[in-house]
Protein backbone atom coordinates (compact mmCIF):
# COMPACT_ATOMS: atom_id res chain seq x y z
CA UNK A 1 0.00 0.00 0.00
CA UNK A 2 0.79 3.75 -0.31
CA UNK A 3 3.37 4.92 2.47
CA UNK A 4 4.90 8.68 3.86
CA UNK A 5 8.51 8.90 5.13
CA UNK A 6 8.41 11.50 7.44
CA UNK A 7 11.58 13.14 8.49
CA UNK A 8 12.97 13.97 10.92
CA UNK A 9 11.03 11.48 13.34
CA UNK A 10 12.54 14.31 16.27
CA UNK A 11 14.10 17.59 16.51
CA UNK A 12 15.22 19.71 19.65
CA UNK A 13 15.91 23.45 18.80
CA UNK A 14 16.09 26.67 20.60
CA UNK A 15 13.36 29.07 20.68
CA UNK A 16 13.38 31.44 18.05
CA UNK A 17 15.09 29.07 15.93
CA UNK A 18 13.20 27.75 11.95
CA UNK A 19 12.13 24.34 11.84
CA UNK A 20 11.37 22.29 8.53
CA UNK A 21 10.17 19.03 8.24
CA UNK A 22 9.01 16.83 5.28
CA UNK A 23 7.42 13.94 3.17
CA UNK A 24 8.06 11.97 0.73
CA UNK A 25 6.64 8.73 -1.11
CA UNK A 26 6.95 6.85 -4.16
CA UNK A 27 3.21 7.23 -4.64
CA UNK A 28 1.35 10.50 -5.86
CA UNK A 29 -1.17 12.24 -3.94
CA UNK A 30 -4.10 14.30 -4.63
CA UNK A 31 -4.13 16.56 -1.61
CA UNK A 32 -1.49 16.74 1.15
CA UNK A 33 -2.24 17.96 5.34
CA UNK A 34 -0.56 18.84 7.95
CA UNK A 35 -1.80 18.06 11.48
CA UNK A 36 0.00 19.05 14.81
CA UNK A 37 -1.06 16.75 17.57
CA UNK A 38 -0.29 17.73 21.66
CA UNK A 39 -0.20 15.58 24.53
CA UNK A 40 -3.57 14.00 25.36
CA UNK A 41 -5.10 15.47 22.40
CA UNK A 42 -6.60 14.65 18.76
CA UNK A 43 -4.50 16.21 15.57
CA UNK A 44 -5.48 19.18 14.92
CA UNK A 45 -5.66 20.48 11.02
CA UNK A 46 -2.47 23.09 10.47
CA UNK A 47 -2.34 23.82 6.50
CA UNK A 48 -4.44 21.89 3.93
CA UNK A 49 -2.96 22.07 0.21
CA UNK A 50 -4.95 21.13 -2.76
CA UNK A 51 -2.65 21.96 -5.71
CA UNK A 52 0.58 20.55 -7.15
CA UNK A 53 2.85 23.52 -6.44
CA UNK A 54 1.21 25.24 -3.75
CA UNK A 55 2.59 26.83 -1.15
CA UNK A 56 0.23 28.23 1.37
CA UNK A 57 0.95 30.05 4.55
CA UNK A 58 -0.84 30.32 8.08
CA UNK A 59 1.08 32.67 10.38
CA UNK A 60 4.34 31.35 10.91
CA UNK A 61 3.62 28.26 9.08
CA UNK A 62 4.60 27.91 5.55
CA UNK A 63 3.73 24.07 3.67
CA UNK A 64 4.09 23.01 0.23
CA UNK A 65 2.71 20.65 -2.49
CA UNK A 66 5.66 19.30 -4.13
CA UNK A 67 5.50 20.17 -8.12
CA UNK A 68 5.78 15.72 -8.73
CA UNK A 69 2.64 15.73 -6.28
CA UNK A 70 5.44 13.09 -4.26
CA UNK A 71 6.03 15.09 -1.41
CA UNK A 72 5.62 18.01 0.72
CA UNK A 73 7.17 19.84 3.42
CA UNK A 74 6.51 22.21 6.48
CA UNK A 75 8.25 25.17 7.50
CA UNK A 76 8.01 27.25 11.27
CA UNK A 77 9.71 29.97 11.48
CA UNK A 78 10.84 32.10 14.65
CA UNK A 79 9.55 28.44 16.75
CA UNK A 80 8.24 29.22 19.85
CA UNK A 81 7.74 26.89 23.21
CA UNK A 82 4.29 26.24 22.58
CA UNK A 83 5.12 24.71 19.10
CA UNK A 84 6.37 21.58 20.98
CA UNK A 85 4.35 18.60 19.82
CA UNK A 86 4.22 16.14 17.23
CA UNK A 87 3.34 17.33 13.42
CA UNK A 88 2.00 14.75 11.04
CA UNK A 89 1.36 14.64 7.43
CA UNK A 90 -1.08 13.20 5.90
CA UNK A 91 -2.27 12.55 1.94
CA UNK A 92 -5.04 11.55 0.16
CA UNK A 93 -4.08 9.46 -2.83
CA UNK A 94 -6.03 9.60 -6.48
CA UNK A 95 -9.06 7.43 -7.07
CA UNK A 96 -11.62 9.96 -4.96
CA UNK A 97 -11.60 8.21 -2.08
CA UNK A 98 -11.67 9.69 1.56
CA UNK A 99 -9.03 7.51 3.13
CA UNK A 100 -6.09 9.48 4.08
CA UNK A 101 -2.33 8.05 4.67
CA UNK A 102 -0.41 9.30 7.69
CA UNK A 103 3.61 9.86 8.08
CA UNK A 104 4.71 8.59 11.68
CA UNK A 105 5.35 12.23 12.80
CA UNK A 106 7.83 14.43 13.60
CA UNK A 107 8.25 15.18 17.60
CA UNK A 108 9.13 18.62 17.90
CA UNK A 109 10.97 19.85 21.12
CA UNK A 110 11.58 23.68 21.35
CA UNK A 111 14.12 24.44 24.44
CA UNK A 112 13.60 27.98 25.63
CA UNK B 1 -20.42 23.43 18.94
CA UNK B 2 -18.72 20.47 20.47
CA UNK B 3 -17.38 19.15 17.16
CA UNK B 4 -16.15 15.37 17.67
CA UNK B 5 -16.92 14.27 20.71
CA UNK B 6 -15.53 10.75 21.72
CA UNK B 7 -15.91 8.61 24.64
CA UNK B 8 -15.24 7.25 26.99
CA UNK B 9 -11.26 8.96 27.10
CA UNK B 10 -10.03 6.16 28.88
CA UNK B 11 -10.60 2.61 29.54
CA UNK B 12 -9.21 -0.60 30.82
CA UNK B 13 -10.30 -4.41 29.42
CA UNK B 14 -9.66 -7.69 30.13
CA UNK B 15 -8.69 -9.64 27.39
CA UNK B 16 -12.00 -11.27 25.57
CA UNK B 17 -13.98 -8.47 26.90
CA UNK B 18 -16.17 -6.52 24.24
CA UNK B 19 -16.58 -2.91 24.43
CA UNK B 20 -18.25 -0.31 22.04
CA UNK B 21 -16.39 3.46 21.54
CA UNK B 22 -18.51 6.05 21.36
CA UNK B 23 -17.96 8.82 18.29
CA UNK B 24 -20.36 11.71 17.72
CA UNK B 25 -20.04 14.60 15.37
CA UNK B 26 -22.59 17.92 15.69
CA UNK B 27 -21.31 19.43 11.78
CA UNK B 28 -23.80 17.06 9.60
CA UNK B 29 -20.46 15.52 8.36
CA UNK B 30 -21.42 13.10 6.16
CA UNK B 31 -17.78 11.12 6.29
CA UNK B 32 -16.41 9.58 9.40
CA UNK B 33 -13.68 7.47 10.21
CA UNK B 34 -12.19 5.79 13.00
CA UNK B 35 -8.12 5.40 13.69
CA UNK B 36 -5.67 3.90 15.51
CA UNK B 37 -1.86 5.43 17.01
CA UNK B 38 0.12 3.27 18.80
CA UNK B 39 3.91 4.74 19.29
CA UNK B 40 6.15 5.66 15.98
CA UNK B 41 3.27 4.39 13.69
CA UNK B 42 1.19 7.43 13.03
CA UNK B 43 -2.22 6.64 12.80
CA UNK B 44 -3.76 3.93 10.64
CA UNK B 45 -7.42 3.54 9.64
CA UNK B 46 -9.63 1.21 10.46
CA UNK B 47 -13.08 1.46 9.38
CA UNK B 48 -14.56 4.23 7.64
CA UNK B 49 -17.91 5.65 6.09
CA UNK B 50 -18.74 7.85 3.66
CA UNK B 51 -22.91 7.97 4.55
CA UNK B 52 -25.54 6.79 7.31
CA UNK B 53 -26.08 3.00 6.67
CA UNK B 54 -22.68 2.60 4.42
CA UNK B 55 -19.04 1.37 6.16
CA UNK B 56 -15.91 -0.38 4.53
CA UNK B 57 -12.82 -1.21 6.08
CA UNK B 58 -9.52 0.19 6.04
CA UNK B 59 -6.05 -0.54 6.54
CA UNK B 60 -6.52 -2.78 10.11
CA UNK B 61 -9.75 -3.51 10.58
CA UNK B 62 -9.72 -6.96 11.89
CA UNK B 63 -11.04 -7.27 15.66
CA UNK B 64 -13.15 -4.38 14.61
CA UNK B 65 -17.04 -3.52 13.68
CA UNK B 66 -18.48 -0.75 12.99
CA UNK B 67 -22.01 0.84 11.97
CA UNK B 68 -23.30 3.95 10.65
CA UNK B 69 -27.26 4.20 11.39
CA UNK B 70 -27.41 8.08 11.77
CA UNK B 71 -25.02 10.67 10.59
CA UNK B 72 -24.21 12.13 13.72
CA UNK B 73 -23.01 8.83 15.54
CA UNK B 74 -20.01 5.95 14.16
CA UNK B 75 -19.47 3.72 16.94
CA UNK B 76 -16.67 1.09 17.22
CA UNK B 77 -16.79 -2.05 18.45
CA UNK B 78 -14.40 -4.80 20.10
CA UNK B 79 -16.00 -7.91 20.60
CA UNK B 80 -13.23 -9.66 22.04
CA UNK B 81 -10.46 -7.63 23.34
CA UNK B 82 -6.89 -8.28 22.58
CA UNK B 83 -3.81 -7.05 23.86
CA UNK B 84 -2.78 -6.23 20.56
CA UNK B 85 -5.92 -3.58 20.34
CA UNK B 86 -4.23 -1.68 23.32
CA UNK B 87 -3.61 1.92 21.74
CA UNK B 88 -4.98 5.39 21.40
CA UNK B 89 -7.92 5.21 19.07
CA UNK B 90 -9.14 8.56 17.31
CA UNK B 91 -12.47 9.31 15.62
CA UNK B 92 -12.79 11.84 12.79
CA UNK B 93 -15.31 13.76 10.49
CA UNK B 94 -14.83 15.89 7.54
CA UNK B 95 -18.03 17.67 5.47
CA UNK B 96 -18.90 15.40 2.72
CA UNK B 97 -17.08 12.49 0.63
CA UNK B 98 -15.52 13.30 -2.29
CA UNK B 99 -15.34 17.17 -1.68
CA UNK B 100 -12.16 16.93 -0.56
CA UNK B 101 -12.39 18.17 2.73
CA UNK B 102 -9.73 18.11 5.68
CA UNK B 103 -10.76 16.06 8.49
CA UNK B 104 -11.54 16.90 11.91
CA UNK B 105 -10.56 15.12 14.94
CA UNK B 106 -12.16 14.14 18.59
CA UNK B 107 -9.81 14.10 21.02
CA UNK B 108 -9.36 10.01 21.44
CA UNK B 109 -9.94 6.89 23.75
CA UNK B 110 -6.90 5.55 25.49
CA UNK B 111 -7.24 1.69 25.50
CA UNK B 112 -5.75 -0.66 27.33
CA UNK B 113 -6.60 -4.30 27.35
CA UNK B 114 -4.80 -6.63 30.43
Known amino acids: GQQLNQSPQSMFIQEGEDVSMNCTSSSIFNTWLWYKQDPGEGPVLLIA?????ELTSNGRLTAQFGITRKDSFLNISASIPSDVGIYFCAGRPPGGSEKLVFGKGTKLTVNP | NAGVTQTPKFQVLKTGQSMTLQCAQD?????MSWYRQDPGMGLRLIHYSVGAGITDQGEVPNGYNVSRSTTEDFPLRLLSAAPSQTSVYFC?????????????FGDGTRLSIL
Open chain 2, 27 to 31: MNHEY
Open chain 1, 49 to 53: LYKAG
Open chain 2, 92 to 104: ASSQRAGLNQPQH
